[in-house]
């Protein structure tokens, strides 16, 4: 397993290009599977879950097939297609539930292996369960896996979330643009994300409206043709990368990024004393001047904070000047690289869904161990800073969703190398 080395080496300067979305690009390649034409995705990640969604389409019948350095995603489903998503490739990537609505859709039955939990959480799929019942599907868990199979097809309906998860969001809308006749999905996610699938969908000939709201509604067509759609910007990426000059000092530019993406977030980083000027290009950051302030954060869905931006904000605070809250609403159980950073000399306790960080002048570097993506980044962030050398392993977890970091990182000047494992 490789490693990653970071030594504190003083402030930052230079342009950090931010890349497609993981998580859009993650429903966007699914939307393959409810037409015979083919979707071309541009702008597309290059990440270990996107190859591990081409593995998963592959084993349904799709094609996915890269262009440009897997720049581009040429995918397509015109012959047979396997309904069943097994447990060894979903197991790897809970977004595999994501095929659940698309095949419904197009086949009328599905089977698909339920994820099981993940480092931050249960993760349920009952909002999603519910919400594809509503349009007519009977589901049952049988085995580790979700049957679900309609009658003649699935039905409009007029639905309403108990929360606004994101991923029933994306079911729920590959599902709906094939049902005969009209939805209405209330208490949807109104995540940037869902816009850009909405976008996808539309290029495919759907008949979506509301998107980015909470309501979305949507008029069944009889059948999708292809389309061409560029991936939207990685705000989670490019709120990562805004943190480093934020936590190091200099001025970094994120290109392609834009405040629309990250608006609650740049909020804090305002209170906190950091500076976001929005350009032609992208977003500049730089503190405004002297240390970081203390400021409470509360994790909420879109267009709230959001809880992937959670463990890199930690790790600013954790040299902040007096003590910051960080509430975790979304997951019950993301605060992992809280022991980390401790293991790094920050004060923080830790109460079920609430840390309290108390500031320290200077962090430590020392060896420490990535638990999920998003901690495993914010312990590189950590080490940007860090007086000496820090070394995180397990960064598998890293390659997940964020593409050649250390040569990003590297080109604006930090010290930070991979380590190549056994
Ligand atoms: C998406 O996950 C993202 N993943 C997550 O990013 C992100 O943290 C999350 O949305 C929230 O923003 C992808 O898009 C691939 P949810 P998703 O359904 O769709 C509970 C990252 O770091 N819930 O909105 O799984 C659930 O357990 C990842 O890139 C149910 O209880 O998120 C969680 O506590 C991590 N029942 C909360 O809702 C359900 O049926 C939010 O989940 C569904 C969800």
Redo the contacts with the bound molecule.
């Keep these: 397993m490789d490693s990653i080395i970071v030594r504190g080496n003083g402030p930052l300067s230079g342009q950090i290009p931010i890349a497609g979305a993981?998580?859009a690009c993650?429903?966007l390649m699914p939307a393959t599977l409810l037409s015979e034409e083919p979707l071309t995705l541009t702008n597309a990640p290059r990440l270990s879950d996107i190859r591990t969604m081409r593995q998963l389409l592959a084993s349904l019948g799709a094609e996915v097939t890269e262009l440009q350095e897997g720049k581009v995603l040429a995918t397509s489903c015109h012959g047979a297609i396997n309904p069943v998503a097994d447990y060894d490739i979903v197991r790897k990537m809970?977004?595999s539930n994501l095929v659940l609505g698309p095949l419904l859709a197009r086949l009328g039955h599905a089977v698909v292996s339920l994820p099981g939990g993940c480092a931050?959480?249960?993760?349920?799929?009952?909002?999603?369960?519910d919400a594809l019942t509503a349009l007519g599907a009977e589901i049952e868990l049988k085995e580790g896996y979700l049957h679900a199979k309609t009658r003649g097809g699935l039905k409009g309906a007029v639905h309403e979330m108990r929360?606004?998860?994101?991923?029933?969001t994306e079911n729920f809308l590959m599902a709906a643009v094939l049902a005969k006749g009209t939805s209405v999905l209330k208490n949807a996610?109104r995540?940037p994300?869902i816009v850009d699938l909405a976008q996808c969908l539309r290029a495919m000939g759907a008949e979506i409206e509301g998107e980015g709201t909470s309501t979305i509604t949507i008029q069944g067509v009889d059948r999708l043709h292809g389309a061409t759609h560029p991936v939207v910007t990685d705000r989670?990426e490019l709120g990562t990368y805004m943190l480093a000059p934020a936590i190091c000092g200099g001025e970094v530019e994120c290109l392609g990024g834009k405040i629309a993406l990250v608006e609650s977030f740049c909020e804090k980083l305002d209170a906190a004393g950091i500076s976001v000027e929005e350009t032609a290009t992208g977003l500049k950051v730089k503190r405004k001047n002297g240390r970081v302030k203390a400021v409470d954060v509360v994790t909420e869905?879109f267009p709230g904070f959001?809880?992937?931006l959670q463990a890199q904000m930690m790790a600013l605070l954790a040299t902040a000047e007096g003590t910051s809250v960080l509430e975790e609403k979304?997951?019950?159980n993301r605060f992992m690289h809280a022991p980390e950073l401790m293991r790094m000399g920050a004060r923080i306790e830790v109460h079920g869904g609430h840390a309290t960080v108390h500031g320290v002048e200077k962090l430590k570097g020392a060896p420490v161990m990535a638990t999920d993506?998003?901690a495993s980044v914010s312990l590189i962030l950590a080490g940007l800073a860090a007086e000496g050398e820090t070394m995180v392993s397990r960064v598998y977890h890293l390659d997940r969703?964020y593409e050649r970091v250390e040569e990003k990182l590297r080109a604006v000047g930090a010290h930070i190398e991979r380590v190549q494992g056994e």
Excluded: C, Y
């Design positions: 993981k998580n993650l429903a809970r977004a931050i959480g249960a993760r349920p799929m009952d909002i999603h369960i929360f606004a998860s994101v991923g029933a996610a995540e994300e989670i869905p959001p809880t992937d979304i997951f019950e993506l998003r969703g």
